[in-house]
Every structure is written in C-alpha cells, then in structure tokens.
C-alpha cells in the first residue's frame, strides 16, 4: 500500500513596484512580507538547523554553501502564520508555502488563501511606499525576458521506493500533463522555437532530465533529499516542473493527479513502460502544440499524443482502482481527468472554464478579434501577465471567475476557513496551533520542529519528524490544558 | 543571541529524535502504509454562437476599463530575477 498522502505547494510570485524607477527586488520582498501583520508572528525565526537542501536523492551530498541569514535578517524575512504557512522572502521573490495537508482540495483552499495573503500584503505595503507608487504581485513563472521562478509541488513517499521507478514512470507523465495544467504563456524564452502562443510558463525552461538544480540547468525531474520528515522511512519528492495556476481545476489535477501516479509508481502498478524519446524536448514541443494532436514516439516504438500518454495513465489508475476502495476526492480527481482528458482529444478549447492556457487563450484571441491587433501586440503581452495580477478589481483571472465563467473546485468558505486555521489532520494544526496559542514563547520554527522559550530555561527544540501526528484529534485536548508553553513543553517532555 | 538547545527534547508525540537524521539509526518504520458536456443541442448552435459572442464583447469592454494603461512601457519594465 502507499503511504496516506501527504503534500504541499510552495509558490514564488513576480513582484515589481510600478512608478519606482529604482526598483529592487529584495527590499521590496522584505517590505511586503513585513506589512503583513498577523497577531506575533513577528518575532519568530526560522529554524535553517533543521534544513539539508544539498542532499541528492541519488544518493551523495552535493558541495555547496547552505545559506543562514543572521537573527535579525531571518526574522524579517520569514514569516510563520497561524494556518501552519510559511510566507517569507526567496531570493528575490514572496514565497508562500501551504502547510502540509492531505488532500488536493486542501492545496486549492490553501493556495487560495496565499493568493489572499499576498494581496493583503500587498495593499499594507503600498501604503508605506512614496505616493505614486504601487507595488504589484503576479502568480505567474516568467518574466518573457528568459527569468524564470518556480511553483514547486511537494509529495510524501516511502523511501523505500526505489528513486529509478520515479525518474522512469514519472518524467513521461510531468512531460504531459502541461495540457490539462499549463498557464499559457504569449511568445517563448530561453533559445525556444520562436512562437506566438504556447501551453506552459515554463516548459522553455527545461534544460535537463535529472538533476539538483532549481535555478540554472532545470530538471524535469528534481533530486533534492530533504525529506523534512524521518529519513529512514520517508521521501519528499519535490515537483518543480508545473506552472502556478489560476483556474482551480488545473490545480486539482496538476497536483491531485500526480498524487494519484505517484501512488501507482509506490504500489508496483505501473505496468508498461511509458518513457518518451527525448523529454526535453518533447517538453517544449508539447507546449508549443495547441491542438494537441501531435504524436511522439515511446522508447518502446508506439507513438502517442500527449493527450493518449495521459489517457494510458488514466487507464492504470482505473485498473489499479476497480479493486481497492477508493476516497471521495480521489474518485473525483478520477472522473474529472477522464472528461478533460476526451475533451482535450476532441478539442482543446473545449476546456475555457477549466484550463488556465485555454482560458487566457479565447480572451487573448477575443481581445485580438475584437481590437484588430495582432500576438506582438503590447496590449496582448499586457493581457498575458495582467491575467496572473493578484489583485481582484485588476487581475484578468479574477475579473473572469467573478462573472461565473470558471469552474471552482472550492467555495469561499473554504478558502476563508484556510485563511484563519490550519488544517486538522497533519502536524500543520500543531504548527499553527501553538503560533495562535504561545506566539511570545516561540523562539523558531521549521518544517519538521518547533522551538520553545520559558523563562531563563534554554531554548527547547520540539521535533515532528512525522507529518501525520500533532493532528487536532491528536493534541487539541493537550493544548487546551496547557495555559502556557512552559506547561506545554513541560507536559510533552515529562 | 540565544543558541537553541543542541539536545532536542524527547517528546511525548514524536518521541526521541535525533539531531543528525542523516546518520541516526531509527527504529520501528513499520511502512504504513464531471462531464458536463459543451454546448446545447445542434439546433442551438446559432443562439449559442450569438450568445457567446455578446459574453465575448462585454468581458473586452470590461478589460478596457482595468487593463493597465501603458501597456507597452509596462511590459518592458517587468523584468524578474530567476527564481526557486
């Protein structure tokens, strides 16, 4: 049997400051994450002791220097909030992560949530900059200009699973499933076949099949071994290959999908061999085939479309499911990826209430229909990133679900509920709990620990090396009675 | 600056746990384990093309009023760093 699922995204978005001529990046993150004012968090640091970001999934660790901001840095630059999120500066990019849940409906509610938080974020940030000046946030991947930052899916999976059967099983499925998850982008990057549209964000940046690297030379397949989890037994295989997307349906199945595949890889039910003749290669021409009716050859002689390789997929997960008992979600995932699936083999467009890239596609060709105006158009550049605008009045997408023109996945509730209270089935309700409960008392926080400081005691580092514990119906009943970290610490340690 | 206790705490929900989990030995590790389909029928097709079109022509009016203006000088002055 897989595990039970375990999973989780982390998102960077693009920022920029409009009316700045001096823009820069990294102050301006640090800004934005410090007018988001949430009760204390303020104060806590994240805990970089507990991170092994070089270890290689292959097996060896990887020379290279780890970075550890100073106190006062790493304080301003992350964030823990009350629903168990991290919401902190990479690089030169906000990042928001989910906490780590259960199901891919919980992804969408979380996600949904991070879109709120930045948004939040960005309007208290606003009002501290000069007047004339806005800063702006875009859930997107690319800047069109060969600058790319990721959306990185994270799924917990036995470590005894051998890493080959991911690398074999798991590449023709990333390489694919671009046409049901793509963000569409106008234009290619990065040396790519020039284009005026294609499926992915991100697909030109793939330069490799296997490997560690996130920021130069991308894999289609990431090897980093950080499990934030018991080594022994566990994986967390990191995903970094998808777009971040609008339409809550391309999440469900980007994510919910690759859940259901990787527990297939894990169960031994994968049973042909679906590799494709050059994936990177295959990735880019894929994105660039709106019709998806072209076909590719298989190491193993057929040749399919990409829409057959995932329908091959979706035939394994059919069989591997008639005899097991299956949970609502998952059958639901099941169902929807079948429909889009024929429907994409008919006629992509077909898919303009679901799929990110057919959504922005009929907008863009009605924009471009209705104002005579062709692809290298700067307003159709403007429509293509003004789509992923995180404000509501502004942003494209937004303006779109607001008029009931997509399909939701989530109500609103959901994503409010989100919002306020992390999820009660993973360590995550533990995380948040004690954020919400002892803000003052906690000195750091990571993943997989939790540190505590009362009175002149030193610091007290609690370790959750397994996600599936600290869960409401497993601590709640502590918290309630322990008034004060001290206790709480005190009772977790007797 | 306080330094965090180099000994974490046993703890009564994950138990004892080790500092280095690259080189620790753990124990136990028992592995535990819509279809709604487009468009009306045939003979609606011209309604529903007509339809279509006039949902098209007010959501482009609605972009007008909120697309930046500008657009040009927008979109060559959003330039990100490489990310992840």
Redesign the interface.
Known sequence: ????SVMGTEI?Y???V?GDPDFD?ISSCVLLVNAYQEVDVAKILW?Y?QE?PL?DARGFQVEGEKYTPN?QENIARNKTLMNGSPFYV????PEYSTPEVTNVRDVIAYERAGERTMEAARRAATLLLPPGQTLLIHKNN????G????N?ENFLI?R?TPFKDIVTHLTPFLVTRQIFCGSGKVGSENRATPCDYQISQRADFFETEVALD???K?PIINTRDEPHA????YRRLHV?VGDSNQCEVSTYLRVGVTAIVLALIEDGAIDRDMSLVDPVRRIREISQDLTCKRTYALDRGARRTAVQVQQEYLEMALAYFSSRAVDPVTKDVL??W??VL??LAEDPM?LDREVDWVVKQR?IR??ME??RVDWQH??V???D??YHDVRP??G?YH??ER?G?V?RIVTPEEVERALKVPPDDTRAY?RGECIRRYPESI??VNWD?I?F?AGDE?????????PL??TRR??EQLLDDCETAAEL?E???? | MRAINADPAMNRIWGAAAEDKTQKQRQGGGDSGDSDSEGGGQSKIAAKGEELKEDMDNLIDQIDDVLEENAEEFVKNYVQRGGE
């Open positions: 049997m897989p595990l039970p960077e693009g920022i920029t409009q990046p805990d002791d092994s270890a106190q990479d690089h030169a990019h690319s800047d069109r200009k600058n790319s930052y990721g990185h036995a005894r996130t920021m130069v991308r018991d080594r022994e037994k970094i169902t929807r079948e429909s024929a429907r077909q907008l009605g924009f209705r104002k700067p307003q550049s403007m429509l990133l003004q009045d502004k494209l303006l779109i008029r023109e399909d533990f000195f750091g620990s540190s400081e030193p610091v007290k580092r609690i370790l959750m090396n397994e514990k600290g497993h601590v610490v009772a977790l340690t007797a």
